[in-house]
């Protein structure tokens, strides 16, 4: 059998990158070489033409309102391409402001940011701080917790749409549903930073897998990797944070 290959795109890496969203990418490539399988990665600048067609998995990273307007109109030229890869199952992860760029619209002090809409889900701004602190979640997609680091001022309602997960510690989606993120077809949408995908090699394994039977129409089941210190990570901030009462830590004023 010949060998297995993922073409992983990074949009926009030098505009959309806080708190090391960058090492998601590291992650998945490392997850998949362990695994002999082939990983390219085409980062994106602003003014690149995107193929869709040819990527099997995307990575929308998160930015500063200021960098969230930036990308807007470009995001805006390839939207309908962006939402025809998404409604044919391509996998996409999108960290905070990638996450609510994919949503119909984030209202933020200095003006209406026009989402893709290619999820319907919106974010106002909060009225008095940021959300800001650890976050713990049960995710479905996960045995594990999931564990990371969340800091923003948008409060997201996604509407019917399945949460990412159910906040244990933390504030989420907008610091009062109890739940976090959202799942959309093969799209994972979350305000998770850290990065997130090493700390939760459980959500790194479920991309990769969606991405091969995606590619490769068949059912794929990974080979098995030593997480054993990761594992052990994840149960330290686990058993760190649970049954605990979520304050943020810096409630920065939005002014």
Known sequence: MDKRKLTI????PDLLNLYGDRGNIQCLKKRCQWREIEAEVI???????????KLDLVLLGGGSDREQMLVRDKLQEIREDF?????????????????QLLGNYYDTEDGRIEGLGIIDLETERGKDYRLID???LESELSSMP????????????????????????GSGND???????????NVIGTYLHGPLLPKNPEICDYLIKKALERKYGETIELKKL???????????????FKGKVSKPQNQEQLV
Do not use: M, W
Request: proline share 2%; glycine share 14%.
């Open 134 to 136: 650890n976050i713990v």
């Open 226 to 240: 030593d997480d054993r210190e990761e594992k052990e990570a994840n149960e330290y901030i686990y058993q760190r």
């Open 146 to 169: 999931v564990v990371g680091f969340e800091n923003h001022g948008g409060r997201t309602n996604i509407k019917n749409n399945r949460p990412f997960g159910k906040v244990i510690y």
């Open 175 to 185: 610091g009062k549903s109890g739940y976090e993120g959202v799942i959309y077809k």
């Open 83 to 99: 939402r025809e890869y998404v409604e044919s199952g391509g996998v996409v992860i999108a960290i905070c402001g990638g996450y």
């Open 9 to 12: 795109g990074h949009l926009y």
């Open 43 to 53: 980062c994106y600048e602003i003014d690149d033409p995107i193929d869709f067609s």
